[in-house]
Structure formats: C-alpha cells, structure tokens
C-alpha cells in the first residue's frame, strides 16, 4: 500500500535526552499511523554535540547538528531524520527534503532562574546580574531592553545547561527555548515567558522537522501525513526571510509569525551584536486557498527545502514571497550593512 510494509524504518536522531524524546515524539505520531510497520532508532552524536568550550557562532559550521544525521541518511543507513527545525539550515544539501513539518509548540523564549532569584523577572535582577545564553539573537535583543544586565556565553544540551546554572553561582538566570523545556518536562522551571515585545524568536523555533531523501518517495508520503499546515505556512516564510537575508548562527536575526483568519502576519528584525543597531519590519499576505490535487511535474517543488505535497501550493509560495519581500524590505533600508558588521565582530 505505502511500499514500505515489511521492513524496518530506521529513525535517525541525536544522543541527546531532548532530541530522544522530540524522536520518540514523532515516532509514536508515525506508530498511530501506521501500526503495521516496525520503526527503529538510530542516535548518534554530531559535531555540535561534541564541541562544547566554542560558542556556537563561532564554530562557523552551518550544519553543526544536522551533518552526521544526514551522512547517514545519504548512505541509506536511516530513512528518516528527526531534527529541531531551528538547527537546519534554509539550503538542505542536494538531495534531501523536509518531507515533514510537524505543529509547533510554543515558539518563545523562556528565562530560568537560579533557585536565589525564584519569583523575581530580568528587569528586578540586581545591576551586573550574567545571564547565559548561546544565542547572539537573545543577547542582541536583551542587551538592548535590559541594559542593566550582562550577557556571557554557556553551551551544552538543556540538561547541562540547568545544571551550570543551579549548582554554581555563575550565572543569575539562563534563556532557553520554551518549548525544548516543556518537551522536557521541565515547565516548572521557566520563570518568565518572553513574549514578542521583549524578544522575537529564531526562525523554526518550537518546530521538528523531518528529513528525508527527496527521491525516496515511499518514506515521502509517509511521513507527509504528520505535516501540521499552518506551522508548514509559517516555517516557510521565516526560512525564506532568512535564506533571502543570507542569515545564520553568525548573525542575530528574529522573527514571529502570526496566521489568524487566512492571513500570515510576519516580523521580522536584524541586530547589531550589542543591539543598538536594529531594524524590524511586519508584512502580511493572504494564504487561504483551496487544495488542488496538483499531480504531475509540480510535485516534488521544495519551498525552502520544505516539501509539502498536502498543504496548497498557492499558500507555499504566497507564505515563501512573503519571506523574500520583508527581507528586501530590510535590506533597502540597510540590514546588509548591520548583519555584515554582526558577522566581522562575531569572526572577530
């Protein structure tokens, strides 16, 4: 029926509890689906994973948690990869897809608290409190609301990371994906939630993504059933933003996207590494249209290396111009400029 019956369906993934557990996630979605096929797990550790004294701008690498996962899936030892959307790349090595776009969690910034400081917010931290993040994007953005407050870089997986902030003194709170935090189970811990007025979030956040060979049409159309449309929708125009801007780890781009009655609201902002130089625009596009059942040549067309057969292809490429349209709106006011600096003083 799906040409898969019968044989294993390897599930590549992180070494991490979080990945695991966004993994395990997924595949109980697929089990529900397809109870008769058998499904396998396949960690393995990546170069991410294995660096923890850089910071993760520096390191330079695009694919920094994706690479290993996808060597194995070029060579057919995993089907199909499970990956924080956040982690891949807009340009997907030749060959591969996202073959799902699974719904979003929730897509903010959290702040967790050191036990001393429970109850308080980051604007009641004592002048010269270090908070610690990995992320140039945080920082930029915090520096600039919070300029009471330093910044400091901390790496390693969520579970590393609670531990450096609860058991020494380094650090006064520590910023991290909501929604990893929650997949965790860990919600207790989040201290205050920042909305978009106090931080605008990374392009993907809260989202898992599956990735696939974009020939293997099998696995294709087996996991394009876990596609959550609107995440898809959203996903679509904050890559391209991006991939129009030419952003990455390296420099502090943000976004937050809204879909509320057919129409897709995006903003999207660039920062200088301290903040002070920024620029932030919203645009909004129309997206409802009907499915057609669009067989033929058109049917294996990426939008930001996204592949999303069962979501109308008018509303993919309305949500990917409009991506492209708030970028060249940035950059005719001068975003090349402020992401180039960015980019010196981070290789600096």
Known sequence: ENGVDGRAIRVG???????????????TMLRELYPD????????????????DTALSKIGEKSLFTKELENALERNEVDLVVHSLKDLPTSLPPGFTIGAVCKRENPLDAVVFHPKNCGKTLSLLPEKSVIGTSSLRRAAQLKKKFPHLEFRDIRGNLNTRLKKLDE???????????????????????????????????????????????KDQ???????????????????AER??????????????????????????????VYSLDGSDSLKETMQTGVSYPHQNEDGPNDDVQ????????????????AENLGVELASLLLSKGAKHILSVARQLNDA
């Open 218 to 236: 099998e696995i294709l159309n087996m996991v394009s059933a876990l596609h959550d449309a609107d995440t898809v929708l959203c996903c679509i």
């Open 13 to 27: 993934t992180r070494r991490s509890q979080l990945a695991r557990i966004q993994t395990d996630s997924v595949v």
């Open 240 to 269: 391209a933003f991006m991939k129009h801007l030419e952003g990455g780890c390296s420099v502090p781009v943000a976004v937050n996207t809204l879909l509320k009655d057919g129409q897709l609201y995006l903003t999207g902002a």
């Open 37 to 52: 096929l058998h499904f396998e797990i396949v960690a393995m550790s990546t170069t991410g994973d294995k660096i923890l």
């Open 303 to 318: 939008h930001v290396g996204i592949t999303a057969k069962n979501v109308p292809a008018q509303a993919q490429e309305a």
């Open 168 to 214: 020494k003194e380094d650090f006064s709170a520590i910023i991290l994906a909501a929604a990893g935090l929650k997949r965790m189970g860990w919600e207790n811990r989040i201290g205050q939630l920042l909305g978009p007025e106090d931080c605008l979030y990374a392009v993907g956040q809260g989202a898992l993504a599956v990735e696939v060979r974009a």
